[in-house]
């Protein structure tokens, strides 16, 4: 497999700053739930909360895709702890691509009733888009490519690199 770099650390430090400044401003005065969903956002969204200047609450949701489905259906493999009902959540992703599981997830969250549910992504690529997703903020637009790094893995590897690679055959 070739590596090539796509996005350079320096610049998703400074674009995560710069979404952490626009999320304080939009939710001046409120106090929002940001869920991080696991493995992949979690490098992205402890980054993003250390550009916050509003109180926060932070809470995880872990999910398993059913192997061989394409539906988008998937098993949560561990929920909030907090209660959204009526509270203002972000959803932290790290990729947003076909857009299915962002899907499934939102209509989940959605019947939880909470005030307000906005997406932030680091990475979109419309181009493999199957399920319209409304993001609200999002780190770069990226093409149709397979990357890894800064949280994205292949096999479980690569989580950890600074740098956002794409990984070809
Ligand atoms: P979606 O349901 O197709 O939008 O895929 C969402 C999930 O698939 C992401 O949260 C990632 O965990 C994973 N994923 C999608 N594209 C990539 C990629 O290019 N590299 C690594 N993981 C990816």
Redesign the pocket.
Known sequence: MRERLLIPKEKIEKRIEELGREISKDYLEKEPVLIC?LK??VYFAIDLTRHLTIPFVIDFMAIS?YSGSSS?VVRITKDLDVDIYQKDVIVV???????????YLLRNLRARSPMSLKVCTL?D?PS???VD?PVDYKGFEIPD????GYG???KEKYRNLLDIIV?EE
């Open positions: 969903i992949g956002a895709k988008g992703e790290d990729i947003v691509d076909t857009g299915l599981t962002l899907g990475l690529c493999r888009r199957i997703i490519v397979f990357v890894v994205l893995d292949y990984l």
